[in-house]
């Protein structure tokens, strides 16, 4: 049995708490896309950790965790984190051997390019994500599973290097001396070594456990159906993930989207209910709206139906989780955008092309206080008439309702 949590809008939609709520209930959770431009804080025994490649499941001491093919793997990263959350923790973590790596260069690649766009920058977390997926596409990508023979690797990657020599100079990005890359490529494989392994066929020989897909990013990045070229470079929507993890359509049992009760977008590209006034500051402070990865402070704005259910439907979410409703308490008003206006005329679909559209709202009435309610009867009347709204809307069952940042602050509907 697989079960896939999957971000509605640009991300950072809190799908930590929800995987950190159900994450008991599997033995198995799988990243299967992005890479360290990820990232979520949890709270373990009173001790803070981000997790930016780890699966969430190292919360979850009797749970395996596996990176799939999917991930880009930037392997100083992954050290770093399995050495903050403890050595033991490799007795339960597998690396897909397909999983592409992110070298040193792929860094520079991306700031370097990111630079050179100026006003047109992506806004992306710089952490190489996009070079290293280029190169997975282009064939001259670096997979895991090569760590294990050092001189070929080498060879190719000197080859790699003096093919790309003149793309690095005009950028200013150095190609690193051999010695010091085969350290380098020696430590990995020392570190990490032990397990990197065919996740797929783990996967496949493990189906009757319970399992969990933990998707990064979010739907409206995605790099086919987002707001291209404002998108990260893997597909982020559930189908994404059966690529990232060699897991079978057939074999998928729930999809859980996880959506903001407003809107939030880190990085550039359009956002048609971004609020530049009060509103979007107020909702900045109260929700504690800045990144994970890179501290920046995120763009803050509506809900917005209409990228929601197209999220909904991408996915095809069997249930949805509305999280931090606590940060709309004690708005007079709160708006919902239903439709978006373009060149004069109305549409109720999400477009391809989201630059040119003007949000069409609604405005309903705000209540006082949602903060820590666990149960439905005693949310405020109408924080009640806001999800139903929303629910309605959406077509898709609003099964949590997130009302703070502690586990239990959590409405459960059946
Ligand atoms: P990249 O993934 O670093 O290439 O960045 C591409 C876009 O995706 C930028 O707008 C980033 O801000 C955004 N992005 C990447 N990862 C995340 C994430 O985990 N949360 C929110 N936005 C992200």
């Known amino acids: 049995?697989?079960?896939?949590?999957?971000?509605?809008?640009?991300?950072?939609?809190?799908?930590?708490?929800?995987?950190?709520?159900?994450?008991?209930?599997?033995?198995?959770?799988?990243?299967?896309?992005?890479?360290?431009?990820?990232?979520?804080?949890?709270?373990?025994?009173?001790?803070?950790?981000?997790?930016?490649?780890?699966?969430?499941?190292?919360?979850?001491?009797n749970a395996t965790n596996v990176i799939g093919n999917g991930v880009v793997v930037y392997p100083p990263q992954l050290i770093k984190e399995i050495k903050n959350f403890g050595q033991g923790i490799k007795e339960k973590l597998l690396i897909s051997d397909k999983a592409h790596m992110i070298l040193d260069h792929h860094i520079a690649i991306d700031k370097a390019r990111e630079k050179l766009r100026g006003k047109n920058a992506i806004g992306t977390t710089g952490r190489g994500i996009g070079p290293a997926y280029a190169d997975k596409i282009a064939r001259i990508g670096v997979r895991m599973g090569e760590l294990k023979n050092i001189d070929k690797l080498l060879n190719k990657l000197t080859h790699y290097y003096e093919m790309n020599r003149g793309y690095f100079e005009y950028l200013g990005v150095d190609i690193p001396k051999a010695e010091e890359l085969r350290e380098k490529l020696q430590e990995w494989r020392d570190e990490l070594g032990d397990m990197i392994v065919n996740t797929t066929n783990y996967l496949w020989e493990n189906m009757d456990k319970n399992m969990l897909l933990e998707g990064a990013q979010a739907t409206l990045l995605d790099i086919d159906h987002g707001t291209y070229p404002y998108v990260t470079s893997s597909n982020t929507i559930a189908s994404g993930a059966l690529t990232g993890s060699g897991i079978a359509p057939k074999n998928l049992n729930k999809v859980t989207g996880i959506a903001k009760a407003y809107t939030t977008r880190v990085g550039n590209g359009p956002f048609p209910t971004e609020d530049l006034g009060k509103a979007g500051d107020r909702i900045r402070e109260q929700g504690a709206e800045f990144g994970t990865t890179t501290g920046r402070p995120r763009r803050c704005g509506w809900f917005d139906v209409v990228a929601a259910k197209y999220a909904v439907t991408l996915n095809g979410c069997d249930e949805v989780a509305i999280m931090k409703l606590d940060v709309l308490d004690g708005f007079e008003k709160v708006k919902v955008c239903v439709g978006y206006e373009i060149d004069g005329s109305e549409i109720d679909y999400f477009p391809s092309e989201l630059d040119e559209v003007k949000p069409i709202y609604v405005e309903l009435e705000g209540w006082d206080k949602s903060a820590l309610v666990r149960k439905w009867e005693d949310l405020p009347k109408n924080a009640q008439k806001y999800i139903e709204f929303i629910e309605e809307k959406i077509g898709t069952k609003i099964k949590y309702i997130s009302t703070g940042a502690e586990r239990n602050a959590t409405v459960i509907r059946d």
């Open 1 to 61: 049995m697989v079960d896939l949590i999957v971000g509605l809008q640009w991300g950072d939609e809190g799908k930590g708490k929800i995987v950190d709520l159900v994450a008991k209930n599997y033995d198995i959770v799988i990243r299967s896309q992005g890479g360290h431009n990820a990232g979520h804080t949890v709270v373990v025994d009173g001790k803070k950790y981000a997790l930016h490649l780890l699966p969430s499941g190292v919360l979850n001491p």
